[in-house]
């Protein structure tokens, strides 16, 4: 399968632990985003990366939570000291922009369920 | 600011009719890119369609077609003759020129509206 790949698919936690997750994105794709998803909401921007850049990152997004994308490849979510408030499905999605004539579609991962108990 | 209205949260059809899904955004960027993706009850997202902000000819692809208008901000999409598969969330989303204008920045998600298609 050469789609967007999370992991894991979800993780049950306490409060105040930390979690991480990992996206590996489609080979060769060089933007990689990342999205928090509730329940009867849209997706909603967390950061992006182009290669291993950070190129922005939401204001909404508490010091508690911080992405990497150290090799340009795959990516890692980690969220420091969860609150009942994170719980929510992560989302990754990759693009691969071939410059001015890019033609890129987004494509989504199934997503990492985060349940904060 | 980038922003993506989807005004109805609900739509309930019954199959073979007509339903358009309506979106408005807003930008003061001239280069920008709209999307539509579909949620199905699986939950993954799966994409619709990409325009750019040049191209405002309206698309038809099968049972789905596009209307862009650009004078009132708006990328509706319509599904004829509707079907219980087309059963789902739909979001539109809107993305500005990166900083090399050929290339989308963040996108940005609409609320969505669930379609129910009842047999």
């Known amino acids: 399968d050469t789609g967007v790949s999370q992991n894991p698919r979800h993780k049950i936690t306490k409060r105040g632990q930390n979690v991480t997750f990992r996206c590996d994105p489609i080979s060769e794709h060089n933007r990689l985003y990342w999205y928090r998803q509730t329940l009867g909401q849209g997706p909603e921007f967390l950061t992006y990366f182009q290669n291993e850049a950070q190129l922005e990152k939401s204001r909404l997004l508490s010091d508690r939570f911080s992405a990497e994308r150290p090799k340009g490849s795959f990516s890692t979510l980690e969220i420091q000291r969860t609150e009942q408030g994170d719980s929510a499905m992560y989302l990754c999605a990759s693009v691969g922009l071939a410059g001015a004539l890019d033609t890129g579609e987004l494509f989504f991962g199934e997503g990492s369920r985060l349940t904060v108990l | 600011a980038q922003k993506v209205t989807q005004a109805q949260t609900e739509i309930s059809v019954v199959e073979k009719e007509d339903v358009t899904l309506d979106c408005v955004y807003e930008?003061?960027?001239?280069?920008?890119?709209l999307f539509w993706y579909k949620q199905p009850p699986s939950g993954e997202l799966v994409f619709l369609i990409r325009?750019?902000?040049?191209?405002?000819q309206n698309e038809i692809s099968g049972r789905y077609s596009w209307n862009f208008q650009k004078s009132t901000s708006s990328f509706n999409f319509t599904i004829t003759a509707s079907q219980v598969v087309d059963s789902a969330v739909y979001f539109c989303?809107?993305?500005?020129?990166?900083?090399?204008?050929?290339?989308?920045?963040?996108?940005?998600f609409g609320p969505g509206t669930s379609l129910s298609v009842i047999p």
């Open positions: 930008t003061r960027d001239t280069t920008y890119y």
């Open positions: 989303a809107l993305s500005e020129g990166g900083p090399m204008k050929t290339s989308y920045d963040k996108v940005i």
């Open positions: 325009r750019n902000s040049f191209d405002e």
